[in-house]
Structures are given as C-alpha cells and as structure tokens.
C-alpha cells in the first residue's frame, strides 16, 4: 500500500503549511482502524517519525515538533493531514505519509524553509 503525500513547497522560516495525504482505494473501507504517521527525510540523515495518530486519535509528536505541527485524521474522507506551524530551517525534508508499522514507501512531498 502506497501513500502519496502532497501540499509541500518553499516557505520562509515562521511561516506555515499544511501536507496532505490520501488513502489509496485498497485501504479505504478499513482506513479508520490504521494507526496514521508522518515521516521526514532530511539530506544525509535517516527517515524519522515526526507525528502519529491512532485509530482513535491519540497522538504523538517527535520533540523536534511538539507544540509546532499537528496531526489529525478525517476518516470519511480517508485523509491524514500534518498542519505545520512556525516552521524553521532544519524542517527541511522529504515528507512522507505511511502507516504505523510502515508499508511501502509512496512518492514523499518536498518542503523547504528557508532562513
């Protein structure tokens, strides 16, 4: 199962955006029960797990981003969303959408803050 996120770009530091991601049609009638995450991949670094959400909307946020970005889920339109909030240079990576444990890797949204 492959997640395709979408919504990033070039932002300047303080500044906001708001990723996107979109079930694909095989998981949509069980959306609801997969525990949800957003991933980064910096240059040069490994990919990590920024934000989750459960299947009951608990979540969990990666020190980095607590206060900052938030996740949160809507279940009849089968999307997961990551609002990022005064962002700063070092957001600067690939985002990814995937469950939790990950599945396949999808095509990741590019997001640049510049200082």
């Known amino acids: 199962v492959q997640l395709q996120a979408s919504g990033g770009g070039l932002v300047q530091a303080g500044g906001c955006l708001r990723l996107s991601c979109a079930a694909p049609r095989k998981i949509t009638s069980v959306f609801s029960m997969y525990n949800m995450g957003w991933y980064r991949q910096a240059p040069g670094e490994q990919r990590e797990l920024v934000a989750s959400?459960?299947?009951?909307?608990?979540?969990n946020y990666a020190d980095s981003v607590k206060g900052r970005f938030t996740i949160s889920r809507d279940n009849s339109r089968k999307k997961v969303y990551l609002q990022m909030n005064k962002v700063e240079p070092e957001d600067t990576a690939i985002y990814y959408c995937n469950l939790i444990p990950p599945g396949q890797w999808g095509q990741g949204t590019q997001v640049t803050v510049s200082s």
């Open positions: 959400i459960t299947s009951d909307r608990t979540t």
